[in-house]
């Protein structure tokens, strides 16, 4: 069973370009969370999506930035008109079920985004 | 809210010694706490999942603690090596289902 895979693992985007990051969950999950490490800070949940549905964007800014999770497909985060600050690891986490008591979260490698 | 955090920031030690690093939250009302380890410039790779129910939880030289009433967890390494150098970040869900609130990690360095 692989692992959560994202790619790619490394972009590079010149500002005002789109960046748009994969996210493939483990097999069997269908529930997957988004979240950012901007350099030296600890890591912040933006959002959260069963397919085709988005659960909980609140902390995804509220511009520029969007995420889908298709019926076929990887979940997508897509980065609109990049700026410098939108430099750093994203993450992507899968799970198999919202059973909050037993339910461990599984992360990916990261996409680390670097705008020049 | 919930707020996590880890002390301490960053710790140094030698080869062989047994550490302890320590986890808060400020909401007691917690379903379970993860442990995380995570390499420079990679992934999360989870090392334990305590539920709340429990009171430890333990892999290998690893050893996992959690007081749900004080809001603490601890997270115990024994005989530490060179290769557990490492950030090991804490989490906890929030919001009704497994989205993290992750502390800000206590960054560790083993050396021989």
């Known amino acids: 069973n692989a692992g959560v895979m994202q790619n790619p693992r490394h972009l590079v985007r010149r500002r005002g370009q789109e960046a748009r990051l994969r996210c493939s969950p483990m097999?069997?999950?269908?529930?997957v969370y988004w979240y950012r490490q901007l350099p030296e800070e600890g890591l912040k949940f933006m959002v959260y999506l069963q397919k085709e549905n988005i659960i909980d964007e609140s902390g995804m800014p509220k511009e520029r930035f969007s995420a889908e999770f298709p019926k076929e497909g990887p979940s997508i985060l897509r980065i609109q008109q990049v700026v410098r600050g939108d430099s750093a690891a994203y993450f992507c986490?899968?799970?198999?079920?919202?059973?909050?008591?037993?339910?461990?979260?599984?992360f990916g490698q990261g996409t680390r985004l670097t705008v020049v | 809210k919930q707020e996590v955090t880890q002390i301490p920031a960053a710790l140094s030690v030698p080869e062989g010694e047994n550490l302890v690093l320590n986890c808060s939250f400020t909401d007691s009302a917690i379903y379970n706490l993860q442990w995380f380890r995570q390499d420079p410039g990679k992934g999360l790779t989870s090392l334990l999942l305590?539920?709340?129910?429990?009171r430890e939880q333990t892999s290998g030289r690893l050893n996992a603690s959690l007081d749900k009433s004080s809001g603490r967890s601890t997270l115990y390494i024994a005989a530490s090596q060179p290769g557990d150098s490492a950030t090991y970040l804490c989490a906890v869900p929030s919001g009704g289902y497994n989205k993290l609130i992750f502390g800000a990690g206590t960054r560790l360095a083993v050396h021989p």
């Open positions: 986490a899968s799970s198999p079920s919202t059973d909050r008591v037993n339910t461990e979260a599984f």
């Open positions: 097999k069997g999950h269908s529930h």
């Open positions: 305590i539920q709340s129910s429990q």
